[in-house]
Structure formats: C-alpha cells, structure tokens
C-alpha cells in the first residue's frame, strides 16, 4: 500500500484549505465577493428603443450600488428570441442579465410550435424594472373618434378596418385583438418590422389603427396626426386626462401589460438574485431616474423577483389561453 506521512503543519494547512472549499461551495458564499468584474446587460431591441433606454438609464446607478459597471449589450432579433436563448446558455454566475419584456416571457410561449428557451425552466427572475400603458389611436382622417364609434362600423362591416402591429405576436397586436375580442367585432391585422413604421402607416392613412405604446403615440397625439381613442390602463393617463379606459368604454377586458423584467440565466445564486435586486430598485428609485422614467411613460415598478415571476405566470395564463382560444400563431 502507498502512503504519504504529513507533518503536522501540513495537516493543518490542508484541513484549512478543505474548510474554505466547503465554505465557497456553501448557498451565497462566492456573493460576498460579487461581483469582482463587470456585469452584462443585455436588451433584446436595438439601440434606442424603448428597453435600451430604460436600462441605460438604469446601468450607472446599479453598477454604483454594485461597485461593478453594467454594460449594456444590444442583440435584437426574431422577437427577443436571439437575445433569450444567448442568455439561456450563458454561465448562471450573476454576470450575464437580461431585459426581458412579457413578449419574451409570457406571450412568446404560447404563440411559438418550436421556441428554442423554455421561459418556465431556463431563467431566473432578478427583479421588475418598469411598465407601461398602451392607448388605442385611430389615423386622423379615419371617421373613428371614439370607440363606440370603431366598434359600431366594424359590426357593419366585419374585417373591412385594419389595424397595423409591430410585428405578429407583439404586444400591439395581441392588445387589439382582445379589444376586438371583448367588443365582438372582426378587424384586419397588418404586421410591421417594429412600432415605428406600423404608427408612421397608420398616420399615412395606409392603415385604420394601431394600439401603441403610449410614450411613442403621445407627440403625433398632440400634433394631432392620430386620434385617440380609448387607453389600455386601469386609470386615465395624466396626459390624456379626456381619453376613457377601455372599461369606461364599456369593455371589459383586462390591462394590456408591457413590463420589463430583469432575468440572468437558471441556477443562479439567489444571494447573487438579492444582491443585483437591491442595485436595480436602489437606481430605480433614485429621485432623478425615477422622474426621467415618468416623463418618457414608464411605470417604475418596485418587488422582489418572486413577485416578478408570480406576474409573468399570471400573464402567461391569461394570454396561453386567449392566443389558443383565438387560434392565434407565429411560424
């Protein structure tokens, strides 16, 4: 038989070497060091959207709070699908995040035969960021002014007024087919690569209407391009103080949600989850982020990340169900 004698010493210092193994292997334990490099932030947009503006909003105070810098990474893409399965594969380790949407998370599920992530199995929720509300807008020289008004000549007319989205799956054409759903009517979808050129058709009198982003409608809504016609919220935007909601037009049909959430791949540390939670609602509520967010429409939104995962679960009920119960799907 082989064997090594050890001198006392060496004994000691290997025992002593075991113990801060055991320890690094313990739940937390390497968190007391994170994070010791950068960290990245992905966006599933490309520069300059909506998200992309949010998180490099957000990416000085984190890293401030962190004592790492956050850098913002774009991979836009097939609806947030390239950025998702790039983040599925990436080391669970706190280093690699992302901005994920309820498209991403909730609605892509259901509306996909073949989606390469499992939104259920593949991420871990880090924290809410921000939501926001939709509003329903009709093209100037259309004869829509109000939404009874929309509803009543699609009855007539069923499937004869089109509605344009940024895109089959998004949030803007899911919203206004449940609108079409609750008011029983039949309207035309006309997809478009992004909310820019499905809003610019529906000023340019190619299409009737559009539900859209409020933050992104509201200038031509004040430059009087677009008429608005009922918002997708539970409360009147202080903005459109005259627009009704949805229910006081007489619908009753749910919010339409657009919330953003930060993810990091499975298995992470939930020591590292907390830790990168405090950073995001430490910079979202800074009084300076929190009012800029306000003025471009973002609803700041503050919990933990089991609160985020229990509304992206609610989403997807709701949402699996209305997409299979209206036959919708994307190839």
Known sequence: MFSIRLSGARRAALAGTAVLASVLALPGAHAAGFPDHPIRLIVPQSAGSGGDVVVRLLGDKMGSALGASVVVENKPGANGIVAMSYVAKSPADGYTLLLAGVSQMSFNPKLYKNLPYDADKD???????????????????????????????????????????????????????????????????????????????????????????????????????VVPLAVLADQRANDLPTVPTLKESGLDVPPMPGWFAIVGPAGMDQAVVRKLNGAVQAAIADPAINKKLKDLYFVPLQGSAEEMRARADQDARFWGEFIAKNGIQVD
């Open 123 to 225: 991420y871990t929720y880090v924290a809410p960021v921000v939501d926001t509300p939709f509003v329903l807008v009709a093209g100037k020289n259309t004869p829509y002014k109000t939404l009874p008004q929309l509803i009543a000549a699609a009855k007539a007319a069923p499937n004869a007024i089109t509605f344009a989205s940024a895109g089959a799956g998004n949030s803007t054409h899911l919203s206004t087919e449940l609108i079409a759903s609750g008011a029983g009517i039949k309207l035309k979808h006309i997809p478009y690569k992004g909310s820019g050129p499905a809003l610019n058709a529906v000023m340019g009198g190619q299409v009737d209407l559009m539900t859209s982003v409020l933050g992104s409608a509201l200038p031509q809504i004040r430059a009087g391009n």
